[in-house]
């Protein structure tokens, strides 16, 4: 504990209130240096997030004290620490919905968004919150997270399943979200607070839009109805039915007085927005209608659908008036530019596309997502969109030169893969872009890329003197490459589908592939052949893990089972069943008697592999487990898993040490020689580099 945290638990409660509501006080009588050394202070910082009666929201209001009266006025007001102040107070809004839930996390976040900042305070502050840590955590070795000064103010997080829409009120204070939990939620866009949440659909709330007025949304559902809302007091004024499938998209004309849905049903409707009745119903598509947009005049509609065209329609008559062909897959989104000269559509055919309303001609096509494009948004001077993709990539692009304006670093998709080399100074990570890459432990940052593979990298494996990599592949092939080179030198067939893991014997003299097909398998490194295969799992083998002696294999699989091998004789010697759901990962404990699995029914196990009994199940995780690695001494372990964490246990108690929170799935983890050194990938393709401290 500081010296601060010790006088501060020696004060009364009133006392306490005090010193942190300090700032305030600091602030109104003009006192500039002494505000700022306080918010640059780890101690207090620390100590106002974990106080009961403030938190972390009220730590970040503080930071909004710098554009006080009394300070601009103080010849000592400094402009370059205004903008330290605005970086620590961007960094804290970035981690304010990881904090609300677990304060231990503080030192990990901001070492995570800081760390590359050369500002002195900041360093500073930074080593103060490394040096009051005494329990094991994680500390990031680079700044994995996003850092503050960017786009991304904060996160929202209270719906307990995926968001399907956001619509935005006209002050652009508050915003909808829409959810597959089957509700909407209004949120306060300035504190992050979730203000009122509206129950009423039976599934999945797939669209929502704002009545101009603002007091009012329509909502469209799976459960083939559009509801209309009362914004201020959350309740539900009126149910449109009339579709036959999920309503994908609903639009309000500008008097706000009648509204258009689309449906997976192939029609568009118009209601009136007073009566519920429903005035028309369009026709012409061919497959579901997926977006749905109004001209600024009210006159035409404009739809996107699964039949890969767009066609704008008149409002008054009906009649399809023009039909845009060009995209090869769905079009998944569209918008209009303000002038409603243009649309611009996204499509599953990894494009976008910029059109002319009033000629129909295709005038410019985005290319560069490497996945299906599913969302759209134009800034408000119509000169640039921002485009998501089924990659987990946000993309911006220049409306006029078609220049993708935003830069991307790593891998362009989920990282699946990690192995380290034996000196522990580099790391191999390969990826669902088909690549593999060489990364410097100690700077962070990539050295090579393999190419040649024609699929997804799904797993690789070094050889024990470092020159060679392993990898496996979605084309159902294994690769071998010379790690200083690049090259690939051998590649193997056999498997009938995906190969999904890899391991080498001791000697490595072998190499043991597992495989979609059901099957794992064992090849002569040297000449590639298939010398024996495995079978007897009922379903895809997904992980694969090697006894010290290299006799025996572990094997993971779909089925929910994992097996143990004998590798000379092919004999499945042991079963153990446990998960209730497909097993993801499997680790051996150092004294080569347990073994950790993990699982996607969101738990580890830790077996007896003599016994095949289940001795412990480790709880705690809210989403599936996808890696598993041995930590430290070999009495702890470093899990991963979709719900964006990475959770430190305790081998022998199963008690949960401690939690980094990334800013996506964690699908890998691998840690490095020193035991220590920890390596995980993420779904949006970024490789974070950490350090156990305390352990």
Excluded at 451 to 458: P, Y
Excluded at 538 to 549: E, F, G, H, K, Q
Excluded at 660 to 680: H, K, N, S, W
Aim: overall charge negative.
């Amino acid at each position: 504990m500081s010296s601060f945290a010790e006088k501060l638990a020696q004060l009364s409660l009133s006392d306490q209130r005090t010193i942190l509501i300090d700032p305030r006080v600091k602030a109104k009588i003009g006192k500039w240096k002494l505000l700022y050394k306080r918010l640059t202070d780890f101690d207090f910082i620390n100590a106002k997030v974990n106080h009961s009666d403030f938190g972390v929201q009220s730590l970040i209001e503080d930071y909004d004290l710098i554009n006080d009266s009394e300070l601009l006025n103080n010849p000592e007001y400094n402009s370059e620490q205004v903008k330290t102040l605005k970086l620590i107070q961007g960094a804290l809004r970035l981690s304010a919905h990881i904090l609300v839930k677990d304060k231990m996390q503080l030192a990990g976040q901001l070492w995570g968004r800081m760390q590359h900042f050369a500002i002195p305070e900041i360093k500073a502050m930074l080593e103060v919150a490394k040096q009051q840590q005494i329990f094991p955590w994680l500390r990031p070795l680079t700044s994995n997270l996003i850092s503050p000064g960017g786009s991304l103010l904060f996160t929202l997080t209270s719906h307990s399943s995926y968001v399907t829409a956001v619509a935005l009120t006209s002050n652009g204070k508050q915003v909808i979200s829409a959810s597959g939990d089957k509700t909407l939620k209004f949120w306060n866009l300035e504190t992050g607070e979730d203000e009122r949440t509206f129950h009423g659909h039976s599934r999945s709330v797939k669209a929502v839009a704002l009545t101009p007025n603002g007091k009012q949304m329509i909502s469209g559902s799976w459960d083939r109805t559009l509801k209309l809302w009362n914004l201020e007091t959350g309740q539900h004024e009126r149910t449109f039915q009339g579709h036959s499938d999920t309503v994908t998209a609903v639009a309000l004309t500008p008097d706000g007085k009648r509204v258009i849905s689309g449906s997976w049903d192939r029609t568009l409707k118009l209601w009136n927005l007073e009566t519920g009745q429903h005035e028309r119903t369009f026709h012409g598509h061919s497959n579901w209608v997926t977006a749905v947009a109004l001209t600024p005049d009210g006159q035409q509609v404009i739809s996107a659908s699964a039949d890969n065209t767009l066609k704008v329609w008149n409002l008054q008559t009906g009649q399809n008036e023009r039909t845009f062909h060009g995209h090869s897959g769905s079009v998944n989104a569209l918008a209009l530019t303000p002038d409603g000269k243009q649309v611009i559509s996204a499509s599953a055919d990894n494009t976008l596309k910029v059109w002319n309303l009033e000629t129909g001609e295709d005038e410019r096509t985005f290319h560069s997502h490497s996945g299906s494009v599913n969302a759209l948004a134009l800034t408000p001077d119509g000169k640039q969109v921002i485009s998501s993709s089924s990659n987990n990539l946000l993309k911006l692009w220049n409306l006029e030169t078609g220049e993708d304006e935003h830069i991307f670093y790593g891998h362009s998709d989920l990282v699946y893969a990690l192995a380290l080399t034996p000196d522990g100074k580099q790391v191999i990570s390969g990826s669902f872009d088909k690549t593999l890459k060489l990364w410097s432990l100690e700077t962070g940052q990539d050295e090579r890329t393999f190419h040649g593979h024609s699929e997804r990298v799904t797993a690789v494996a070094l050889t024990s003197n470092g020159q060679q990599v392993i990898s496996a592949s979605g084309d159902n092939t294994l690769k071998l490459w010379n790690l200083q080179t690049g090259k690939d030198e051998r590649t193997f067939h056999g498997h009938s589908n995906w190969v999904t893991a890899v391991a080498l014997t001791p000697d490595d003299q072998q190499v043991i592939s597992a495989s979609g097909d059901n099957t794992l398998k064992l090849w002569n490194l040297q000449t590639g052949k298939d010398e024996r295969t495995f079978q007897h799992h009922s379903n895809w083998v997904t992980a694969i893990a090697l006894t010290p002696d290299g006799k025996q294999m572990i094997s993971a699989s779909v089925d929910n089972t994992l097996k143990l091998w004998n590798l000379q004789t092919g004999e499945d010697e042991q079963t153990f069943h446990g998960h209730s759901n497909w097993v993801t990962a499997v680790a051996l404990a150092s004294n080569g008697k347990q073994m950790i699995s993990a699982s996607v029914d969101n738990t580890l196990k830790l077996w007896n592999l003599q016994t095949g009994k289940d001795e412990r199940t480790f709880h705690g995780h809210g989403d599936r487990v996808t890696a598993v690695a041995l930590v430290s001494n070999g009495k702890q372990m470093i899990s991963a898993s979709v719900d964006n964490t990475l959770k430190l246990w305790n081998l022998q108690t199963g008690e949960e040490i401690a939690t980094f929170t990334g800013e996506a799935p964690f699908i890998c983890c691998a840690v490095a020689a020193d035991r220590v050194t920890i390596v995980a990938g993420e779904s949006s393709g970024r490789v974070h580099f950490l350090r156990l401290e305390n352990v």
